[in-house]
């Protein structure tokens, strides 16, 4: 099965700063993609940001960029220019590869908890 | 489009009563999910389903039932519900795997069930 670790429960930033969040993955798998949803306080979930583990190249969303280790199994989310609407649960979440009949399964961390800080 | 919706959004139950979440998607994706969210737990895969009239289970499948008779409609049954039910419980869609990149959830916005 696979695994994904966020090793910060809670995290504070000052606001217009940067943040990084950190996840780790353990698969045996080749080809997957990463995913980081954010989880205001409303409980709707947001996706951020995906990368796909065949690029090499990091993905950027506006403020949102992640770095992407593939050999160390490191999937690390950068916010810039925090803005007080960032803060959420954010989760950090591993889809295996398709097959058939398995649909896009997630695997989610257990999240960390960031607090922008005016 | 509303996307994922899922009703209702709050429910209490007393231990062994039934009740079922519904969960509809007006996207057309063929895939849908039920999650439970527990603290410190993340989101846990209880049952799955790959298209109408297919259901799998998932991580935590226990004391749960499922059924996608319509493709935009998943239902989540519980039984006979007991404490350790009470949970945040989400609904997600997604389209079939594809190498477009097309392949993250939606999620609906969640229903809070709490089992006395």
């Known amino acids: 099965a696979q695994t994904v670790t966020q090793s910060q429960p809670e995290m504070s930033v000052q606001e217009a700063e940067t943040v990084t969040l950190s996840c780790t993955y353990d698969?045996?798998?080749?080809?997957?993609?990463l995913f980081w949803y954010k989880q205001p306080p409303s409980r709707q979930m947001i996706l951020v940001i995906r990368?796909?583990?065949?690029?090499?190249q990091n993905a950027t969303e506006n403020r949102f960029s992640v770095n992407f280790q593939k050999a160390a199994k490191s999937f690390s989310l950068k916010i810039s220019d925090s803005q007080l609407g960032d803060t959420a649960m954010y989760f950090c979440a591993f889809m295996k590869p398709w097959g058939p009949n398995t649909g896009n399964q997630f695997y989610f961390g257990t999240g960390t908890s960031l607090t922008v800080i005016p | 489009n509303a996307g994922v919706t899922q009703t209702p959004k709050f429910r209490v139950l007393k231990t062994g009563q039934s009740m079922t979440l519904l969960c509809a998607q007006d996207m057309n994706h063929e895939y849908m999910y039920w999650y439970r969210q527990d603290p410190g737990m993340g989101l846990r895969l209880i049952h799955y389903s790959v298209g109408e009239g297919t259901t799998a289970k998932g991580e935590v499948p226990d004391g749960y039932n499922v059924s996608r008779l319509k493709k935009q409609n998943f239902l989540l049954g519980l039984e006979s519900a007991a404490p350790s039910q009470t949970s945040v419980y989400f609904c997600?869609?997604?389209?079939?795997?594809?190498?477009?990149?097309?392949?993250?959830?939606?999620f609906g916005p969640g229903t809070r069930l709490t089992v006395l």
């Open positions: 997600a869609s997604s389209y079939p795997p594809s190498l477009a990149g097309l392949n993250e959830q939606f």
């Open positions: 990368q796909e583990a065949y690029k090499q």
């Open positions: 698969t045996s798998e080749s080809n997957y993609y």
